[in-house]
């Protein structure tokens, strides 16, 4: 089994920077993309950013130029640094990755938990 725990959430000032990470651990042969989405109250789940395993990045139009995803793969680590921070951004933030167990082996879409973070003064 592959498991993703993010850490980092918590309570910034708007205008302020925080960084989240993800770590994937368990059988993991390889893994494909890493993402960040996020989930704010009343709303959808939302794609926030995608790192793929040649490095492409992807990002929403809303955090384009705030936010920079990178990946350590060397110990299947993905984070968010996320600068300046608005009222909008508050959500809960969750990891995803695409991951495979053995050669051969299909893609699991693999979910965390999620992490709160609340922008405010």
């Known amino acids: 089994q592959v498991q993703l725990v993010e850490s980092g959430g918590g309570l910034v000032q708007p205008g302020g920077s925080h960084r989240l990470s993800c770590v994937a651990s368990?059988?993991?042969?390889?893994?494909?993309?890493m993402a960040w989405y996020r989930q704010a109250p009343g709303k959808q789940r939302e794609l926030v950013a995608v790192?793929?395993?040649?490095?492409?990045?992807h990002y929403a139009v809303d955090v384009k130029g705030r936010f920079a995803i990178s990946r350590d793969n060397a110990k299947n680590t993905v984070y968010l640094q996320m600068n300046p921070l608005k009222r909008e951004d508050t959500a809960v933030y969750y990891c995803?990755?695409?991951?495979?167990?053995?050669?051969?082996?299909?893609?699991?879409?693999?979910w965390g938990r999620g992490t709160q973070v609340t922008v405010s003064s």
């Open positions: 790192v793929t395993s040649d490095g492409s990045i």
């Open positions: 368990g059988s993991i042969f390889t893994i494909k993309s």
């Open positions: 995803n990755a695409a991951i495979s167990s053995c050669a051969g082996c299909i893609l699991h879409d693999t």
